[in-house]
């Protein structure tokens, strides 16, 4: 299976290096959040890290299921939510094979795609459908980090991996999913990438 593995995540967190971590929750969710755009709801937060984003929907009054790969971002973000006094659920498991109970009204997503190779993407892009109900939405934040040696070797370099727009319109194609007229909002990351933030509303 290409790209990083559990064992690899479990090693970046136990030594903290884990540069795509804020420190915080992201702006741009708190701009969603702050502006009315994303109201309460059951909502799934997929590579859920440090537990910024999904404590903050908590304490925001959301139903929130925050799922992770490694324990150590499990443990992270159960201690983060005891120390808010929030409730939400946390779930040990690969986002691609895991499927909830019942589909959730809304997935925030926030540096997971990037760090799963692009080979298993299209695998991810399933699990969204899964995890969304109809006409649920995908709060996304693409990653963006063009490389130059993806242009001049034709390499896959990460993570993060680069999410490039067309192949996220690929990915998440419009018969399927409503796509909003650019421009996106660019999301400045300390670390020196951007993100690209988005709102998909599934059709189907």
Do not use: N
Request: hydrophobic share 45%; charged share 20%; with cysteine.
């Amino acid at each position: 299976m290409p790209g990083p593995d559990a064992a690899f995540w479990q090693q970046r967190f136990e030594s903290d290096d884990t540069p795509w971590d804020r420190g915080a929750p992201s702006p741009q969710l708190l701009r969603w959040l702050d502006e009315g755009a994303l109201p309460p709801c059951r909502i799934a937060v997929p590579g859920c890290g440090s537990g910024w984003d999904a404590v903050e929907l908590a304490r925001r009054g959301f139903k929130v299921t925050a799922v992770d790969l490694v324990l150590a971002a499990c443990d992270r973000t159960r201690a983060r939510a005891l120390a808010a006094g929030v409730q939400l659920e946390v779930v040990q498991a690969d986002m691609l094979a895991w499927r909830p109970r019942e589909p959730f009204d809304a997935v925030f997503e926030q540096t997971c795609l990037c760090a799963i190779h692009p080979f298993h993407w299209s695998g991810y892009a399933r699990a969204m459908q899964a995890w969304i109900r109809s006409d649920g939405a995908l709060w996304a934040l693409f990653m963006q980090q063009p490389r130059t040696s993806a242009v001049d070797e034709g390499r896959l370099e990460g993570p993060p991996y680069h999410c490039d727009v067309a192949a996220m319109h690929l990915l998440f194609p419009g018969e399927s999913w409503a796509w909003p007229e650019p421009p996106l909002a660019k999301v400045p990351h300390p670390a020196g990438w951007h993100e690209l933030a988005v709102c998909l509303r599934r059709r189907v």
